[in-house]
């Protein structure tokens, strides 16, 4: 069979990309998903609005997840005090002298006299960082909250796959074979299978993220354009802020290319302008330029981060486990493998990535994807939560761009074993990636918590 031509590879790889998510999202497909926070805040924004208008859907059933609550209190003296209740085992204490701890929105802890809180006041938020909602602002003009963000997601997902491989044929030409299995292994080979399926805030925000950090290594490689790189960047930390974290390797590709002030000041203008918007959204939010509002979460895990902080060296070995070693439970009974809700690591369920140990071929960026990767994982080694609910360690998407152009341009991809590798990595991630929404209480294990302790 004659190949396609270049010109047509990319949207080959789209396509043949958003077929197999589509399959797997199924029916969910043309549907919003069940937690679509970003189309809510996106209505907002048109209606003028920076909070819900009330309760967040599903909290008279209590089945509401991952949205942020800020408590307003009148006090006797007519003092108004945002923030929310501090839940830590000391705090509890002081309620036994009738008083109540609060932390408010400027960072100061109060103890209250129960009877000085005139009024109570409960204000809902969506917490993540806003990029997804302004790409889908359009959408959510037409549609409302019927706004399609699986496809949407799905959509993205594919489109990322097309990016990788562009991005790789124009930095290492004539080795289109191996760019079209690491399109595979980014596919259908890699957490991105069950998360670009899915919609759902946190997997839009991670497919955003990842679409804009793989723009933002095209236009910074060799610093090509360095304006879009500040862009591409700027709008990659607007999804997800730990991707402020690969900044390294563009200012390494500036330094490599004559370290010229002008070129440095193109960086960094889209990048800042990004940034003063996302802290100005920030401060009329939560009194705080540099607070997204994650501290606010209504969820059960209020008193492990307000004693040991959102991130801490206290996460870091439950981390290490979900991101690289944790395995699935093994049993003598259907279906013989169940695995956690903290997914799999990812030695296990994306193995290919261990050919990075033999991707030596020296390249000039070989340096700043290294020192980008480790910096964009450190805050995910660091964080509270591993990720859950996921199949395989989701926050690989983060960092997985970088490390999948090392292994790429660094020669680990050449021979046999990187598309074998793929090939079973794949098995393992569209099986999980099928059953995820199907039949979750199938795939995982009994014990919700499993291997770690709940805290």
Request: charged letters at 15%.
């Amino acid at each position: 069979m004659k190949p396609l031509p270049p010109r047509l590879r990319g949207p080959a790889v789209f396509l043949a990309a958003f077929v197999v998510l589509a399959a797997i999202a199924g029916p969910r497909l043309l549907r919003p998903s069940a937690n679509n926070h970003f189309s809510h805040m996106a209505l907002g924004w048109l209606e003028g609005q920076l909070a819900l208008p009330g309760d967040p859907p599903g909290y008279a059933t209590r089945t509401h997840d991952d949205w942020g609550r800020v408590w307003t209190l009148t006090l006797a003296d007519g003092a108004v005090v945002r923030g929310q209740p501090c839940r830590t085992a000391a705090c509890k204490d002081t309620r036994k002298r009738g008083l109540e701890s609060w932390w408010t929105t400027r960072g100061e802890h109060l103890e209250l006299p129960s009877r000085d809180i005139v009024s109570r006041r409960s204000t809902w938020y969506v917490t993540f960082p806003p990029g997804p909602a302004l790409v889908m602002l359009p959408g959510v003009a037409v549609f409302g909250l019927q706004f399609p963000d699986v496809l949407f997601t799905a959509l993205c997902g594919a489109w990322i796959s097309a990016l990788l491989f562009t991005f790789l044929e124009r930095v290492r030409p004539d080795h289109t074979r191996e760019h079209l299995w690491a399109a595979a292994a980014w596919t259908v080979a890699s957490p991105a299978c069950f998360v670009a399926a899915h919609g759902s805030v946190w997997f839009t925000a991670q497919i955003l993220g990842a679409l804009f950090l793989v723009l933002h290594l095209g236009a910074a490689w060799d610093v090509r354009q360095p304006v879009r790189a500040g862009l591409w960047l700027g709008l990659a930390v607007a999804c997800r802020v730990s991707l402020a974290f690969a900044v390294p390797f563009v200012l390494l590709e500036w330094w490599r290319h004559g370290r010229r002030l002008a070129t440095l000041l193109r960086i960094l203008a889209p990048l800042t302008g990004i940034g003063l918007v996302l802290a100005l959204l920030n401060w009329a939010r939560f009194d705080d330029p540099l607070e997204f509002g994650h501290r606010y979460l209504d969820i059960r895990w209020q008193e492990r981060i307000q004693t040991y902080g959102m991130f801490g060296a206290h996460y870091l070995r439950r981390n290490l486990e979900a991101m690289l070693w944790l395995v699935p439970q093994v049993s003598a009974a259907a279906p013989y493998l169940r695995w956690s809700i903290h997914g799999m690591g990812l030695l296990v369920g994306s193995p290919w990535l261990l050919l990075l140990a033999r991707a030596r071929q020296r390249f000039p960026q070989r340096l700043g994807l290294a020192l980008a990767a480790l910096a964009v994982a450190i805050p995910a080694l660091l964080y509270q939560n591993t990720g859950q609910m996921q199949f395989s360690y989701r926050f690989a998407l983060d960092f997985l761009p970088m490390l999948l152009a090392l292994l790429v341009v660094g020669g680990g991809a050449r021979g046999r074993l990187f598309p074998a590798l793929v090939l079973v990595s794949a098995a393992i991630q569209l099986h999980g990636a099928w059953w995820y929404a199907r039949a979750p209480g199938w795939l995982f294990v009994r014990d919700p918590w499993w291997p770690f302790p709940p805290e």
